[in-house]
């Protein structure tokens, strides 16, 4: 009889020392965090226990828990934006929820159902409401945690799992600048793999991106740019989805990124600018999901055909980039809005209005209640 | 100042409610500890703190530590063996240290001295020496861990860390018998590929291989064997390295293991296993790094080639394979010792003359003193 996860359930303790949010030039990203964690506790014979909501707090955890030998984690990042009326919203969370789902099955995790979790998370956020800054580019970042719990080193489906939430305001990722960034494409090391991992968001696909992109800084880059392969296909850049805009010989225009073939993590920034880009663009862009290489961008920029290009996510939205590095060689790529390109600048903006509630979209705004 | 690990100054606090040691026939893999955790921790700015040896205790860690995110996890595995004269005994520990360095500077995480973390274990092996059972294939399951531990959600190079260690009490791995296995080819899922981090001893490894594991155990078998492309590639066997035995046309024989090209890990037991094959296997012999693929597995059995087949590992030493299907069909390995092929039996037994003391082979045996 294992219990599914019930919101119905949940139960408050709040905290007797409420901290006073920070002033928002103070914000740095991940670092501060909310008063309160949101913990929901899983067994296999059990299911779901009754959510809690709690004051922030360590966890007592013993050093042969399977979260810290066999990386049993798996996490989800989003947001909640304070709109102009002072309502909480959530941007496309429903998709974080497929995807933390997708992802749990695969590390033999727990699944559970995402619209349930989604009322614990407007509970959190109308607890934590004070937390949620004012202003554009500032948001209260959301992290979902799926986590093994049980003890022991044998290497199996783990027995006990923490669904956990915590949350932390934040400013712009990169700073207060619309800034663009400068990579270096990685060749020596490739991120992911056919019939891979690549497109779950395992904690497993993050600690072998340390050293790449630590080698890219010293060389004076920002970020770094992910090949595969003896073609160059290019795949994402860092840890964000990445989009090519090109003009074509004929004068049509394409904005181009890798498709969902096992290696790309379905961010809801990469879908939701597609999404956009189709409804939205001229009538003389087409935006595809195909493969490119670094070779094709250098033959394009070299024909003058390479208008923009830029990173997306859901900590930056969107990441404008400027130059790539590949074998010694400088790709420079147009910001011909001054600090990123113009479609760049026109997602920013389409998402944001979204975010903050000035625009209705589809069904992509949640409000908190 | 980054202070380098130094064994000399390690403080002992002992436990004041001792345990008595699991009888033999209790004894599960990694679910019983000793009394007793080795840590050492890192920061960026103060290097290696003093090392410390305490009673067993949870962790206090916050929900935002990076270890739980973003998988800045590693560790080894060694055994302490109990020999006939009553002393503790490890096998190639600085085997385990160097592959630990590497997997760490991988990881982003800090790099050690091996031979002050060998020091360390020997005192914590005296200290628990009652914990070392008595018997052939009865050993201290020793894991020593790396684990990020700065706290905050920027992915970026952790600024504290923290390695320990804890051990367990085991006996045969697969069980008292020396019972050979049934593998399933995975072909719907890689473990690794050229230039990613399958080489290094991660957790990130670890979780993505239980869901074929778990396939594979539906349909009867006990583990699965990794394939690499669309050739067939043979990379490992579940959490093992792989040997395959074959007889020429020209009745020569072969004992083959993949290569270590990047995908496949550096096993102690691997290492051992082809020094002891070279040394001591007849001399109508050749033992072979190469690649081999799971076609010509096929053929080689179908022309009564295939002579044995058998996995290696820390945990289980040697295990012997008897039957592997691939795309639906059976192949069947020779066991011709009984429960094992004739090289697998012979391995396992030169290696247990070593770790046991019986036997001295190199400087491979290590007392503790």
Redesign the interface.
Known sequence: MSAPLDASKLKITKTETPKDPLPNDKL????S?TDH?LEVDWTKEEGWAAPTIKP?H???????TC???????L?EGLKAYRDSNGKIRTFRPDKNMERMNRTA????LPTFDGNEFLKLLDQFLLLEEKFVPQGKGYSL?L?P?L?GSSI??????PTKAKL?L?A?PVGPYFGSDFKPVSLEATD???RA?????GSYK??????????P??EAAKRGHSQNLWLFGESGEITEVG?MNVFFAFENDDGTKELVTPPLDGMILPGVTRDSTIQLCVEKLPSDWKVNERKLTIYEVMERSAKGQLIEAFGTGTAAIVAPIDNIEFKGKQIEVPCKAGSSGEIAKQVNDWIQKIQYGDEEFKDWSRVAA
Chains 1, 2 share one sequence.
């Open positions: 740095v990203f991940g670092q965090f964690i922030y360590n966890f007592s955890m013993d050093p042969a979260v810290l030998h066999y990386s049993f984690e996490f099955k695969r590390a033999a970042y992290r945690t986590i022991g080193l044998g290497v199996s489906t956990y915590i932390s020596y090391a490739v793999w056919p019939k891979g991992v395992l904690g497993a696909n993050y600690v072998s991106c340390i050293e992109q630590a840890a």
